[in-house]
């Protein structure tokens, strides 16, 4: 092989290489578009990763998303991190998100790079009868008859009760888990439901 197909084709390689580090980390983000949006709602991911190819191990330098206006099922079944943690950097911003009866007005989530857990913030609403079927669906125990209480409670079926949280957190095997922080319901300590709400949410990422 002469010098010169030597040259033309390592330089077809790397002008091959160049147009995989524009293009793929676009097309990945796409994907991420897609789904966040698949139910409504619009989205824009920005994702940064060098070399490309850390892509192809859901790794990556930084991801970004800005969305408002998505649905996403309360129900979905996923390991809720699973395509975040190998980002070195997280951020993401979505707001009036549908969460099943929770209607998340702010939905925030940090992380630096030098950091292992997530910085994480969560504002939803859910009207008392909602609250209240959810809580005899998903809440076993004490916290099931608080919350199931709020349909007897005299409120109006539509009065809006605030769901907040504050916390860091990280991956817990396939779930999350609140390291510092807690989350409430009408003011009252309710883990299990942000955790809910929070997790179907970064799952759809």
Excluded: C, H, K, W
């Excluded at 160049?18 to 991420?32: F, S, Y």
């Excluded at 390291?179 to 709400?197: C, K, L, M, N, S």
């Amino acid at each position: 092989m002469s010098r010169n197909v030597i040259v033309s084709i390592l330089i077809g390689a790397a002008l091959l290489l160049i147009a995989a580090q524009v293009l793929v980390p676009e097309i990945v983000a796409g994907q991420v578009e897609q789904r966040l949006t698949e139910n409504g709602g619009e989205a824009t991911v920005r994702i940064n990763s060098f070399p490309v190819l850390r892509l192809l191990a859901e790794d990556g330098d930084r991801i970004e998303v800005r969305g408002s206006g998505i649905e996403v099922d309360l129900q979905a079944d996923n390991r809720v991190f699973e395509r975040l943690e190998g980002f070195n950097e997280v951020d993401v911003e979505l707001d009036y998100v549908t969460t099943g009866p929770f209607q998340t007005e702010l939905f925030s989530l940090q992380r630096d790079a030098d950091q292992e857990a997530y910085a994480l913030s969560l504002r939803s609403l859910v009207s008392a009868s909602d609250l209240s079927d959810f809580a005899a669906d998903q809440l076993p125990g004490p916290l099931g008859g608080i919350f199931g209480a709020f349909g007897d409670s005299g409120l109006l079926p539509s009065a809006e009760i605030p769901v907040e949280l504050d916390a860091t957190v990280r991956a817990d095997g396939d779930g999350i888990e609140i390291v510092d922080g807690q989350g409430t319901v009408a003011g009252i300590p309710a883990t299990p439901v942000v955790e809910a709400i929070a997790g179907a949410i970064i799952a759809q990422l």
